[in-house]
């Protein structure tokens, strides 16, 4: 079991003392960045949420109020956790979707660690151990990601680990978003059916909003010499490309852990027959059940789903419980 309470050596030599989280606390640094933010009249007046970019970094595309202080969500979430029974668990709880999600550490560590082989989805998870922060639309692409997008792994994992790393992590707001990104509940009644279909791709997501890969290459190191054409897939890159760039995929940087498309369609018929099992029993689904649509699945098509890894790759799984980093 993986334990989000400390950290590996190998990770706190990775991320130096050069960086870190550029955010400071306390309300006076609230009140000058609410101050910088409103008196930009023309940003004001033209921010949209929903087209935010999640790869601005620099300058980040919203006020970065989250961690000092939380409206909307924050009341939507406080008030259904407030009526809701076990709202931070799967099991028992009345509006989370019962869904057979697998257990994999390696996975989980892989994504924890910023070593997926996806560099869209690892950058996010660099910028987030080393700043305790990124932006909205880039947790929603890593959230899915390690749950119905590609890993198919368990939401309140990928929520255990917001908790430990985010600087504005909250109880009711995190366990609220990852249901809601896994599409466990909430998310699922916004969209049209099968609502579970619209996923976040780890390559053509962040393309969109920085085709030069600049939030890659600044979190990604090892990846700032690679042509942009490769920059969101190195593993595409001819082995000349990759050497003139200095990072050899499954060398430097690792091979994807699984084959977007292909995990994606996975995940896609995984959730369609638990959604379908949820119906059928009206939610009232017990650890049997759940044991019995694993099998199912695992017969149906298990082995179709990841790449295979070379075992070279399991060297770069950087583990936590190395040293505890709340030891003197």
Request: proline share 6%; aromatic share 14%.
């Amino acid at each position: 079991m993986l334990n989000n309470r400390s950290i590996s050596k190998k990770m706190v030599d990775l991320l130096g003392q050069a960086e870190w989280t550029p955010f400071r606390g306390g309300e006076s640094e609230a009140l000058k960045r609410l101050h910088k933010s409103i008196s930009d009249k023309a940003w004001v007046a033209n921010f949209e949420k929903p087209k935010g970019d999640p790869s601005a970094f620099l300058k980040p595309a919203t006020t970065v109020l989250s961690p000092y202080l939380k409206l909307l969500w924050r009341e939507f979430f406080y008030t259904t956790a407030f009526g809701t029974r076990n709202f931070d668990k799967m099991k028992g709880n009345p509006i989370c979707k019962q869904i057979p999600w697998k257990e994999d550490h390696d996975m989980l560590a892989a994504w924890r660690d910023g070593k997926t082989g996806y560099p869209w989805i690892d950058a996010i998870m660099v910028q987030l151990l080393k700043w305790g922060w990124m932006h909205h639309l880039a947790r929603h692409s890593v959230a899915c990601f390690l749950t119905r997008g590609d890993l198919f792994i368990h939401w309140e994992q990928g929520r255990d680990v917001f908790e430990r790393l985010l600087i504005d992590s909250d109880w009711a707001i995190n366990n609220g978003n990852w249901m809601w990104l896994s599409c466990s509940s909430f998310f699922y009644q916004a969209l049209p059916p099968p609502f579970y279909n619209r996923i976040y791709s780890p390559v053509s997501f962040g393309k969109k909003y920085d085709p030069d890969g600049k939030y890659i290459r600044h979190f990604l190191p090892v990846l700032k010499d690679m042509p942009k054409q490769y920059i969101y897939e190195p593993w595409t890159a001819p082995l000349s490309v990759q050497t003139k760039a200095k990072c050899i995929v499954g060398k430097d940087y690792p091979k994807p852990m699984v084959m977007h498309d292909a995990a994606s369609k996975e995940c896609k018929r995984k959730m369609g027959e638990a959604y379908a099992l949820n119906k059928k029993m009206n939610g009232n689904i017990g650890d049997d059940d759940l044991k019995d649509l694993r099998r199912k699945l695992e017969t149906d098509g298990e082995s179709n789903i990841r790449n295979q890894r070379p075992k070279t790759q399991l060297k770069y799984l950087m583990r936590f419980d190395e040293i505890d980093i709340y030891k003197n």
